[in-house]
C-alpha cells in the first residue's frame, strides 16, 4: 500500500467496515445483529417483569380484600393468567377436583396441592427467564467472537504487508484499525448484555420469591380448611 492509498484510507467506521476482508465483515455483522436482538429482549424483559409486578399487585389486594376463594377463582378462571393468579388456580383447580368428587379425597390432597403450586411456579419461572440465556451467551461469547475476527484481520494484513514489503506504520494502520473493529463490536454486544442479564435475573429471583411466598400462604389457607372438613366428615 502505497502512501497515496494510505492517506486515502477511509478511517470511519462505515470505511474501516467496508475495507475489512468479508470474514470480519461477517463476524461484525453478526455481532451487530446479536446486539439488535440483545437489546430487543431487553426491552421487551423490561416490560414484562414491569406487567408482571403490577399483576401481582392487584391478585394480592384482590385476594386479601376478603373476596371469597370460589368467587375469585370463578373470576380468575374465566380469563388468561399468569404469575400469583395461575398459581391460584391451579392450586383451586386441584382443590376442587378433590372435593366436587366424592367428597371424601381427603388422602394425600395437601402433598398433591403443593406439588400443583411448586410445578405452576417452575412454568412461570421458565416464561420469565425465556431468552435470558441469549444474553448470558453474548455477554460471554461476544468478545471472543471480535476476538476472532480481530485475529484473522491483523493475519490478513500480515500476509499483505509480506507482500507489499513495506512494514510502516502508515501501511500497518488500516489493516490493524479494521481488525480491532471486530473486537469493539464484540464488546458492544457483550457489555450491554452482561449488565442487562444480571439485572434481570435478580428481578427474575425477586418475582420466584413472591411467588414462592404467596403459595406457602395459599397453602397454608387450604391446609387449615382440609382439617376442618377432615374433622367435619369424621364427626
Do not use: C
Request: no cysteine.
Amino acid at each position: 500500500m502505497t502512501p497515496e492509498l494510505v492517506s486515502q484510507t477511509d478511517f470511519s467506521l462505515f470505511g474501516l467496515f467496508w475495507q475489512a476482508h468479508w470474514v470480519v465483515k461477517l463476524v461484525m455483522l453478526g455481532l451487530l445483529a446479536a446486539s439488535i436482538w440483545t437489546w430487543a429482549i431487553i426491552v421487551d424483559k423490561v416490560m414484562l417483569y414491569r406487567r408482571a409486578r403490577r399483576a401481582m399487585d392487584g391478585f394480592e389486594e384482590i385476594f386479601w380484600s376478603g373476596k371469597s376463594l370460589e368467587e375469585l377463582y370463578r373470576a380468575q378462571a374465566e380469563q388468561p393468567t399468569s404469575g400469583m393468579a395461575s398459581i391460584f388456580v391451579a392450586a383451586m383447580r386441584e382443590w376442587k377436583r378433590a372435593f366436587e368428587g366424592s367428597g371424601r379425597a381427603f388422602q394425600s390432597l395437601q402433598s398433591r396441592i403443593d406439588k400443583v403450586l411448586d410445578v405452576t411456579i417452575q412454568r412461570e419461572v421458565e416464561r420469565l427467564e425465556s431468552r435470558l440465556l441469549f444474553l448470558a451467551t453474548i455477554g460471554s461469547a461476544g468478545p471472543f467472537i471480535g476476538l476472532f475476527g480481530t485475529v484473522f484481520g491483523i493475519m490478513n494484513s500480515f500476509i499483505g504487508i509480506a507482500a507489499s514489503k513495506n512494514t510502516s506504520l502508515a501501511v500497518v494502520a488500516p489493516g490493524i484499525s479494521e481488525a480491532l473493529l471486530a473486537t469493539a463490536i464484540g464488546l458492544f454486544a457483550a457489555i450491554p448484555a452482561v449488565m442487562a442479564y444480571n439485572k434481570l435475573q435478580a428481578d427474575v429471583s425477586k418475582l420466584q420469591a413472591r411467588m414462592e411466598g404467596f403459595a406457602d400462604e395459599f397453602s397454608a389457607i387450604l391446609s387449615r380448611q382440609i382439617d376442618e372438613r377432615q374433622l367435619a366428615h369424621a364427626a
